[in-house]
Nanobody, 123 residues
């Protein structure tokens, strides 16, 4: 059974950096598309970054500050977040989709989700 577990969130000041980790149990990331989404209170879940067909994808507002990467092991991915802003405050989720043509920014395309990790950025 596939399970995902995020970690690395926390409370930081604006301008700081965080690195989120996601571990996949019961599979390997190279068998899936993967993505990071986030959801702020009262807002819809939104795409942040992902690895789709082996290539990195980013939301336009994050592409200069965030970096998604694979770890040395096939079951770990990271989201490096730099120059954090208060508007980055959200729960960040790791998710995977089966290898097929997908609309990568659409949450409905993804099959498995982690429980999320809270990121809070103070001004």
């Amino acid at each position: 059974q596939v399970q995902l577990a995020e970690s690395g969130g926390g409370l930081v000041q604006a301008g700081a950096s965080l690195r989120l980790s996601c571990v996949l149990y019961g599979g390997a990331f190279n068998s899936y598309h993967m993505a990071w989404f986030r959801q702020a209170p009262g807002k819809e879940r939104e795409f942040v970054a992902g690895i789709i067909w082996g290539s990195t994808k980013y939301a336009d507002s994050e592409k200069d500050r965030f970096t998604v990467s694979r770890g040395n092991r096939d079951n770990t991915v990271y989201l490096q977040m730099n120059s954090l802003k208060p508007e980055d405050t959200a729960i960040y989720y790791c998710t995977v989709a089966f290898l097929a043509q997908i609309q990568h920014a659409s949450a409905s395309q993804y099959a498995y989700w982690g429980r999320g990790t809270q990121v809070t950025v103070s001004s």
